[in-house]
């Protein structure tokens, strides 16, 4: 066993918080009827409008066939639409409908609420720094 304890691993205190953070983020959007995937991609679109199903993928941290799972469901349900793009047709872009901005409106102000939560632990110095760090995790670890 290494020398390294459980306690010590940066990796696992992140692992943590995010699935904390995810647990309340769905319970701050299933009342609208989403889960954080698809809460994910009506923000996403709502930034982004007409991003493909791989492009999703890539902003939303998923693998494509998650995303092509997370997208069929979520035009059944008419949320959002798929459409050809004008000049290559075999690519289809994503963009929300009514309905789906709607949902967004609603769960955006919840999910917003958790992320005040979280925002209030910090002074903004201690914000700043807390954001500068997490970059760091992630620029080591792209590598």
Known sequence: ?????????????????????????????????????????????????????AGLARRCLVTPQTMSAVLGTMEREGLIERLPHPTHHHVLETQLTPLGWGRLRKADEAAVAVERRLGEL?????????????GRCSTALEN
Not at 10 to 22: C, F, P, S
Not at 28 to 44: D, I, R
Not at 122 to 134: A, G, N, Q, V
Request: glycine share 6%; no cysteine.
């Open 1 to 53: 066993m290494s020398e390294l304890s459980i306690d010590e691993r940066i990796g696992h205190h992140i692992k943590r918080v995010e699935q904390h953070l995810i647990a309340a983020k769905h319970s701050a959007v299933q009342a609208f009827g989403l889960n954080v995937p698809q809460y994910t991609v009506l923000l996403v679109l709502s930034t982004e409008p007409g991003l493909t199903g």
């Open 122 to 134: 910090f002074t903004p110095e201690e914000r700043e720094s807390f954001l500068e760090y997490l």
